[in-house]
């Protein structure tokens, strides 16, 4: 008895299960990935928020406050007043003056009226105005005002090379006597040429502090040394300052006296 074995319907079975295989057959699309969600919104930054006004609110209220406080002090106002809303003092460039008849006119500024608390900053400007060079004269008018200001205005005078004389100007550009009193003579001895100008006056007395409250002794000792120091400085003698001591009333210097104080260096010449 023979057997067989004959299993090709197992084989078709098992072929049937094996893929066919096509390499120009399209490839099946692979199953697309699930949706994902949308990331979470970042939060919006909100700049505008209540705690933040409060805090700029009260920052910029006590700057503000601290500022009106200062602003709204007498001397403030009058600084701001002076150097901005109207200046106590005015000028006028004048292109040929002689104050000394020497023949030789040169440029120079005429300044009159009280020495304010900010003239000092005013007169700078002025003079840059101006370009006056070293020698070019200040043609001061002046029932003096701040000594402060004044011996700043002095000294920017000594710097520039400038000389001084008191006077005004008419419309013909001709020099006229006037007077510089008080703190005026402080700016007129920063010249460094003082002149003396026929029939003008240098009026001193003793200065004394405007603070209310202040101690008016101690107040009029620390001014006079502080004058005393700034007119040594500038080769005046101190025979100045004791004249200045001496009287609270203006006491109005001869031509003779104020040349021997070396207030005045160049006396007035016959014109």
Partial sequence: MSFRNDDTSGDAERRSRIP?????????????????????????????????????????????????????????????????VSPSMAS???????PDNSGRGRPALAITGEIGPAT??????KLDEAKLAPGDTV???????NVGQA????????ARGLTTAVGTVDSAGRI????????????????KARIGVEGSRLGVHRFVS??????????????MGYVLNYMT?????????????????????????????NLVTDPARKS
């Fill in 20 to 84: 066919t295989v096509n390499p120009w057959a399209a490839r099946p699309a692979e199953p697309s990935a699930p949706p994902q969600p949308p990331p979470p919104e970042a939060p919006h930054s909100k700049w505008f928020n209540w705690p933040s006004v409060a805090f700029a609110v009260v920052i910029f209220g006590g700057i503000g406050a601290q500022a009106y406080q200062e602003l709204s002090k007498p001397e403030a106002w009058a600084y701001w007043k002076d150097l901005y």
């Fill in 210 to 223: 405007p603070k209310p409250g202040a101690d008016p002794t101690a107040s009029a000792q620390r001014t």
């Fill in 176 to 191: 006229k006597p006037s007077y510089c009193a008080s703190a005026c003579v402080m700016t007129y001895a920063g010249g």
């Fill in 92 to 98: 006028s460039e004048v292109a040929n003056l002689d």
């Fill in 139 to 145: 043609l001061l008018s002046s029932p003096g005002g």
């Fill in 151 to 158: 011996i700043i205005m002095g000294e920017i005078i000594r």
């Fill in 233 to 261: 400085k500038m080769g005046v003698a101190s025979s100045v300052v004791e004249a200045m001591s001496a009287t609270e009333k203006i006491r109005w210097l001869g031509t003779s006296e104020a040349a021997a104080m």
């Fill in 120 to 125: 000092a900053s005013w007169f700078r400007e």
